[in-house]
């Protein structure tokens, strides 16, 4: 099983995500979730950009229109590069192919969570409403 720790640095934390391929996108009335083949999770419940690798950004809404969430259909399949959580809630994950999406944080609402796989190693991260992380770690 993949250690699930956080890295810190100066502006938030670098996430283990890195290496992980998208195998599912699912879509219900309020958040767009994103399942890696290593059981993590990445849940999206506020708008979002979705910067493609050579097409123009795209601002998405999970709770809008479900045929509007298409242009996220983009991502399935890719490895994820790097993710990282900022102090200030918010959220980026870049892939392999130079596309990547960015969730803001300081919203009402928690914005995204992401959560690996259970028991000793686990890890989930939550941007909290107001722009701060929730983050739990399975180490003792």
């Not at 995500?17 to 996108?25: E, H």
Request: aromatic fraction near 6%.
């Amino acid at each position: 099983m993949t250690t699930m720790m956080i890295t810190p640095r100066e502006d938030g934390w670098t996430l283990p995500v890195a290496g992980s391929r998208i195998t599912r996108l699912c879509v219900d009335n309020q958040s767009v979730r994103l399942l890696c083949e290593n059981m993590i999770e990445i849940s999206i419940e506020e708008s979002f950009t979705l910067y493609p690798a050579s097409r123009r950004a795209q601002v998405l809404d999970p709770a809008g229109d479900a045929m509007d969430l298409a242009p996220a259909l983009q991502i399935m399949r890719q490895v994820i590069r790097e993710g990282t959580a900022f102090s200030d809630g918010r959220l980026e994950i870049e892939f392999a192919d130079d596309s990547r999406i960015s969730v803001p944080g300081g919203t009402d609402f928690e914005a995204w969570t992401i959560s690996g796989p259970g028991g000793p190693d686990g890890l989930k991260v939550v941007s909290i409403p107001g722009g701060d992380l929730a983050i739990w770690t399975g180490h003792r």
